[in-house]
Protein backbone atom coordinates (compact mmCIF):
# COMPACT_ATOMS: atom_id res chain seq x y z
CA UNK A 1 0.00 0.00 0.00
CA UNK A 2 1.78 3.48 -1.33
CA UNK A 3 0.37 6.04 1.21
CA UNK A 4 1.96 8.40 3.22
CA UNK A 5 0.59 7.86 7.08
CA UNK A 6 0.73 10.52 9.62
CA UNK A 7 -0.37 9.59 13.26
CA UNK A 8 -3.08 11.98 12.74
CA UNK A 9 -3.78 10.58 9.29
CA UNK A 10 -4.05 6.73 10.27
CA UNK A 11 -6.54 7.63 12.98
CA UNK A 12 -9.66 5.44 11.91
CA UNK A 13 -12.06 7.20 14.18
CA UNK A 14 -11.72 10.24 12.20
CA UNK A 15 -14.01 8.73 9.11
CA UNK A 16 -17.36 10.22 9.10
CA UNK A 17 -20.22 7.99 7.14
CA UNK A 18 -22.09 9.99 4.65
CA UNK A 19 -23.92 7.31 3.06
CA UNK A 20 -25.25 3.80 3.41
CA UNK A 21 -27.78 1.71 0.72
CA UNK A 22 -28.10 -1.08 -0.94
CA UNK A 23 -25.26 -2.93 0.93
CA UNK A 24 -22.51 -0.05 0.17
CA UNK A 25 -21.63 2.62 3.17
CA UNK A 26 -19.49 5.68 2.53
CA UNK A 27 -16.91 7.29 4.44
CA UNK A 28 -15.07 10.67 4.06
CA UNK A 29 -12.41 12.69 6.19
CA UNK A 30 -10.29 15.28 5.81
CA UNK A 31 -6.57 14.71 4.78
CA UNK A 32 -3.45 17.02 6.34
CA UNK A 33 -2.56 19.73 3.19
CA UNK A 34 -5.12 19.54 0.97
CA UNK A 35 -8.61 20.73 0.41
CA UNK A 36 -9.80 17.72 -1.03
CA UNK A 37 -11.44 14.67 1.46
CA UNK A 38 -10.33 11.00 1.09
CA UNK A 39 -13.16 8.49 0.70
CA UNK A 40 -13.59 5.14 1.69
CA UNK A 41 -16.04 2.33 0.51
CA UNK A 42 -17.08 -0.76 1.52
CA UNK A 43 -19.47 -3.34 0.58
CA UNK A 44 -19.72 -6.98 0.10
CA UNK A 45 -20.29 -8.65 -3.28
CA UNK A 46 -20.86 -12.35 -4.24
CA UNK A 47 -17.67 -13.89 -5.98
CA UNK A 48 -13.98 -15.37 -5.72
CA UNK A 49 -10.86 -13.13 -5.42
CA UNK A 50 -10.48 -14.04 -8.82
CA UNK A 51 -13.46 -12.52 -10.11
CA UNK A 52 -12.83 -9.20 -8.90
CA UNK A 53 -9.40 -9.37 -9.76
CA UNK A 54 -10.57 -10.23 -13.25
CA UNK A 55 -12.59 -6.79 -13.54
CA UNK A 56 -9.94 -4.69 -12.47
CA UNK A 57 -7.55 -6.80 -15.24
CA UNK A 58 -10.41 -5.72 -17.73
CA UNK A 59 -8.99 -1.97 -18.32
CA UNK A 60 -11.51 -2.08 -21.39
CA UNK A 61 -14.42 -2.48 -19.38
CA UNK A 62 -13.92 0.53 -16.69
CA UNK A 63 -16.68 2.82 -18.20
CA UNK A 64 -18.66 -0.16 -17.94
CA UNK A 65 -18.72 -0.01 -14.27
CA UNK A 66 -16.27 3.02 -12.97
CA UNK A 67 -18.87 5.46 -12.53
CA UNK A 68 -18.30 8.58 -14.77
CA UNK A 69 -15.02 7.42 -16.07
CA UNK A 70 -15.50 7.28 -20.40
CA UNK A 71 -11.99 6.25 -21.35
CA UNK A 72 -9.66 3.72 -20.17
CA UNK A 73 -6.73 2.01 -21.90
CA UNK A 74 -3.72 -0.81 -20.58
CA UNK A 75 -0.27 1.51 -21.25
CA UNK A 76 1.95 -1.02 -20.22
CA UNK A 77 2.04 -4.62 -18.01
CA UNK A 78 4.88 -5.80 -16.43
CA UNK A 79 3.44 -8.94 -15.01
CA UNK A 80 0.04 -9.87 -13.36
CA UNK A 81 1.26 -8.20 -10.48
CA UNK A 82 2.02 -4.65 -11.98
CA UNK A 83 0.21 -2.55 -14.44
CA UNK A 84 0.24 0.91 -15.95
CA UNK A 85 -3.47 2.12 -17.34
CA UNK A 86 -5.05 5.45 -18.47
CA UNK A 87 -7.95 6.77 -17.08
CA UNK A 88 -10.37 9.94 -18.12
CA UNK A 89 -13.39 11.09 -15.58
CA UNK A 90 -15.95 13.00 -16.77
CA UNK A 91 -17.10 16.27 -15.56
CA UNK A 92 -20.10 18.26 -15.81
CA UNK A 93 -20.34 21.38 -18.11
CA UNK A 94 -18.55 23.79 -18.11
CA UNK A 95 -15.51 21.51 -15.66
CA UNK A 96 -13.28 19.94 -18.36
CA UNK A 97 -12.52 16.17 -17.82
CA UNK A 98 -10.12 15.08 -15.75
CA UNK A 99 -7.48 12.17 -16.81
CA UNK A 100 -4.65 10.31 -14.90
CA UNK A 101 -2.12 7.42 -15.56
CA UNK A 102 -2.31 5.15 -12.56
CA UNK A 103 0.12 2.52 -11.54
CA UNK A 104 -1.50 -0.68 -9.83
CA UNK A 105 0.46 -3.12 -7.75
CA UNK A 106 -1.26 -6.38 -6.34
CA UNK A 107 -0.12 -8.25 -3.09
CA UNK A 108 -1.78 -11.20 -1.15
CA UNK A 109 -1.17 -11.61 2.40
CA UNK A 110 -0.90 -15.22 2.69
CA UNK A 111 -2.14 -15.68 5.93
CA UNK A 112 -5.24 -13.79 5.40
CA UNK A 113 -5.64 -14.23 2.14
CA UNK A 114 -6.39 -10.39 1.57
CA UNK A 115 -5.44 -8.93 -1.31
CA UNK A 116 -4.87 -4.96 -1.73
CA UNK A 117 -4.37 -3.74 -5.18
CA UNK A 118 -2.62 0.21 -4.56
CA UNK A 119 -3.10 2.56 -6.56
CA UNK A 120 -0.26 5.86 -7.41
CA UNK A 121 -1.34 8.18 -9.69
CA UNK A 122 2.14 9.11 -12.15
CA UNK A 123 0.63 12.32 -13.59
CA UNK A 124 4.00 12.89 -15.90
CA UNK A 125 4.12 9.34 -17.11
CA UNK A 126 2.03 10.54 -20.26
CA UNK A 127 2.03 13.85 -21.66
CA UNK A 128 -1.14 16.16 -20.43
CA UNK A 129 -4.07 15.49 -23.53
CA UNK A 130 -6.15 18.31 -25.30
CA UNK A 131 -9.49 19.59 -24.18
CA UNK A 132 -8.35 17.49 -20.42
CA UNK A 133 -6.70 18.28 -17.22
CA UNK A 134 -4.66 16.28 -15.42
CA UNK A 135 -5.48 15.26 -12.27
CA UNK A 136 -2.12 16.40 -10.01
CA UNK A 137 -2.24 13.54 -7.17
CA UNK A 138 -3.84 10.09 -6.68
CA UNK A 139 -3.46 7.44 -4.08
CA UNK A 140 -5.33 4.68 -2.50
CA UNK A 141 -6.38 0.86 -3.27
CA UNK A 142 -8.65 -2.00 -3.69
CA UNK A 143 -8.92 -4.37 -0.69
CA UNK A 144 -10.46 -7.53 -1.38
CA UNK A 145 -11.16 -10.18 1.85
CA UNK A 146 -12.59 -12.80 1.24
CA UNK A 147 -15.25 -13.89 3.81
CA UNK A 148 -16.07 -17.67 2.53
CA UNK A 149 -19.24 -18.74 1.34
CA UNK A 150 -18.34 -17.15 -2.12
CA UNK A 151 -18.41 -13.77 -0.75
CA UNK A 152 -16.06 -10.87 -0.73
CA UNK A 153 -15.79 -7.63 1.19
CA UNK A 154 -14.51 -4.62 -1.00
CA UNK A 155 -13.16 -1.57 0.01
CA UNK A 156 -12.20 1.20 -2.26
CA UNK A 157 -10.40 4.02 -0.71
CA UNK A 158 -8.77 6.92 -2.56
CA UNK A 159 -7.42 10.35 -2.49
CA UNK A 160 -7.17 12.40 -5.58
CA UNK A 161 -6.31 16.14 -6.37
CA UNK A 162 -8.15 17.33 -9.32
CA UNK A 163 -5.74 19.79 -10.81
CA UNK A 164 -7.49 23.00 -12.30
CA UNK A 165 -10.24 24.98 -10.70
CA UNK A 166 -13.20 22.28 -9.89
CA UNK A 167 -16.13 23.80 -7.76
CA UNK A 168 -16.04 23.01 -4.23
CA UNK A 169 -20.20 21.74 -4.39
CA UNK A 170 -18.76 19.39 -7.21
CA UNK A 171 -15.72 18.14 -5.57
CA UNK A 172 -18.30 17.09 -2.67
CA UNK A 173 -20.67 14.92 -4.80
CA UNK A 174 -17.69 13.46 -6.47
CA UNK A 175 -16.96 11.86 -2.95
CA UNK A 176 -20.39 10.08 -2.38
CA UNK A 177 -21.50 9.29 -6.05
CA UNK A 178 -18.23 7.71 -7.60
CA UNK A 179 -17.59 4.82 -5.14
CA UNK A 180 -20.90 4.57 -4.11
CA UNK A 181 -22.03 4.00 -8.08
CA UNK A 182 -18.64 2.43 -8.84
CA UNK A 183 -19.26 -0.19 -5.67
CA UNK A 184 -23.28 -0.31 -7.07
CA UNK A 185 -22.25 -1.78 -10.68
CA UNK A 186 -19.25 -4.28 -9.13
CA UNK A 187 -21.46 -5.82 -7.04
CA UNK A 188 -23.51 -6.71 -10.51
CA UNK A 189 -20.85 -7.18 -13.27
CA UNK A 190 -19.16 -9.35 -10.79
CA UNK A 191 -21.26 -11.98 -11.57
CA UNK A 192 -21.31 -12.05 -15.02
CA UNK A 193 -18.70 -13.94 -17.38
CA UNK A 194 -16.35 -13.97 -18.18
CA UNK A 195 -15.25 -12.56 -14.70
CA UNK A 196 -17.43 -15.00 -12.50
CA UNK A 197 -15.19 -18.00 -14.23
CA UNK A 198 -12.05 -16.42 -14.00
CA UNK A 199 -9.30 -18.14 -11.94
CA UNK A 200 -5.83 -16.77 -11.46
CA UNK A 201 -3.32 -19.22 -10.16
CA UNK A 202 -0.86 -16.67 -8.42
CA UNK A 203 -3.93 -16.06 -6.43
CA UNK A 204 -5.08 -17.99 -3.04
CA UNK A 205 -9.19 -18.09 -2.52
CA UNK A 206 -10.40 -18.97 1.22
Not at 6 to 16: C, H, I, K, L, M
Not at 159 to 188: A, F
Amino acid sequence: MLLVITPAYSQENSWERVKNGSGIEIYTRSVPGSAIKEFRAVTVVQGSLSAVLAMLDDTGSYPRWMYRCTEASLLSKKDVYERITYNVTSSPWPVADRDITVKSVISQNKKTLVVTVSLTGLPGYIPVKPGKVRMVKLNGYWMFEPLGNGRVRVTYRLHSEPGGTVPDSLVNSSLVDIPYNTLYNMQRMVQQSPYKEAVYKEITEK
